[in-house]
């Protein structure tokens, strides 16, 4: 069972459009994450919550909206999108401290917006 | 600001050989640090973390060794392979807590030849 998903995995969209991508943990983690991987493959984090409550927000754009209806779920919606936001959209979950501290990644979300 | 850097970018070995993998970061206030591996198109797998009270860690042939003070760790791999090509992130947890920004270096592109 695959242990972060998110889904979906290629999502190509025009501009303008709005979109959103989903993330479901089913280990017990009371932290997850979205993070943005851009065309030069730099990591970089979007948003943190914890225990439903947004805890890191990120230089982001307010077109960007992250929605955690519970601790399992992480859903990033996304507004008016723009050519630059085509990346890879990657969801992830950490617990402290039976998982050691490690963060768990999904498998990505490649968004392409033409 | 926390700035994580990796050298090389990119590194190409015959199979067999030893090599070393380095990560540095700007500020040494770090919770734990996190090896990742990313193969084209997927995810990124957790490799080793370290916490910051911690020196090294190891897993069948790798192992990461940390040197908070100078801002520095290595990613040893012993005996590469061919399955060992893809590209090795580097990540500190910023701060003092498990719910710190993870800060990524670009990562470092590895092709083992057969």
């Known amino acids: 069972d695959t242990a972060v998903s998110q889904t979906p995995k290629y999502l190509v969209t025009q501009m303008g459009n709005d979109k959103s991508i989903k993330c479901e943990q089913n280990?017990?983690?009371?932290?997850m994450y979205w993070y943005k991987q851009d065309s030069k493959k730099f990591l970089k984090i979007m948003f943190s919550?914890?225990?439903?409550?947004?805890?890191i927000n990120e230089t982001v754009p307010n077109r960007f909206s992250p929605k955690s209806p519970d601790k399992a779920h992480l859903n990033l919606h996304i507004n008016s999108l723009e050519l630059g936001d085509s990346a890879v959209y990657f969801c992830?979950?950490?617990?402290?401290?039976?998982?050691?501290?490690?963060?768990?990644f999904g498998e990505g979300s490649w968004l392409t917006v033409v | 600001k926390q700035e994580v850097t990796q050298i090389p970018a990119a590194l190409s070995v015959p199979e067999g050989e030893n090599l070393v993998l380095n990560c540095s970061f700007t500020?040494?206030?770090?919770?734990?640090l996190q090896w990742f591996r990313q193969d084209p198109g997927k995810g990124l797998t957790s490799l080793l973390l370290?916490?910051?009270?911690?020196r090294e860690q190891t897993s069948g042939r790798l192992n990461a060794s940390l040197d908070k003070s100078s801002g520095r760790s290595t990613l040893y791999i012993a005996a590469s392979q061919p399955g060992d090509s893809a590209t090795y992130l580097c990540?500190?947890?910023?701060?003092?807590?498990?719910?710190?920004?993870?800060?990524f270096g670009q990562g470092t592109t590895l092709q083992v030849k057969p």
């Open positions: 992830a979950s950490s617990q402290e401290p039976q998982s050691g501290n490690t963060i768990y």
């Open positions: 280990l017990g983690h009371d932290t």
């Open positions: 919550y914890n225990n439903k409550e947004l805890i």
């Open positions: 500020d040494s206030a770090i919770y734990n």
């Open positions: 370290i916490q910051s009270s911690q």
């Open positions: 990540a500190v947890r910023h701060g003092s807590s498990n719910t710190g920004k993870l800060i």
